[in-house]
């Protein structure tokens, strides 16, 4: 590991050049099953989303038993049953594709539900695990609108119209349970805030 102290000063010069240069390192060599063109990309891509979809069915249920706030675990519970539905409508899209139905671990999703846990672990139940359960839930939402936004923009490049339909159909509900938690964020504050004055 090199520290501040290094006595030998790189030139800033010799620097720039290697960042620029084409055999710079950082530069990552394929795969040989590495994906040719679009159509090889939007499927493998298919496939993380639906690995993170199936693993959301199975996080959602935990995270809906620790919340405090009614509105909020109900909140929580309908998206579950969206989320459910989401796990079909890829498997009508890999269907509509030509492609069998096969799940690929998302680095992504698994690290953004480790994320959750830790959140549970870390805050008593009540208004502010609800709190930390909204933040690991809306990191949750915005990784899946920039996934299905994507998709969603692929599938239109490939011509594949019924395929960015279903898409952009999950990724409105996406967009809706992402508006609901916010608005549960603020609802939480004033209920709170309610509960301060009662005291
Ligand atoms: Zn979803
Ligand atoms: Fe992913
Ligand atoms: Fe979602």
Redesign the pocket.
Known sequence: MKTATTTKKPSAKSTVAKATSPTAKGKVKPKRTAAEGLRDLFIDELK??YW?EKALVKALPKMAKNVTTPHLATSIVNHLHETENHVTRLEEVFSLMGEKAVAKK????DGLLKEGESILEDTEPGAVRDAGIILAAQKVEHYEIA?YGTLVAFAGTLGEVRVAELLKETLDEEKNADAILTYSAYHNINFEAELADEE
């Not at 998302?106 to 999703?109: E, K, L, R, S």
């Open positions: 993380d989303i993170a998302c680095d992504a999703m996934t």
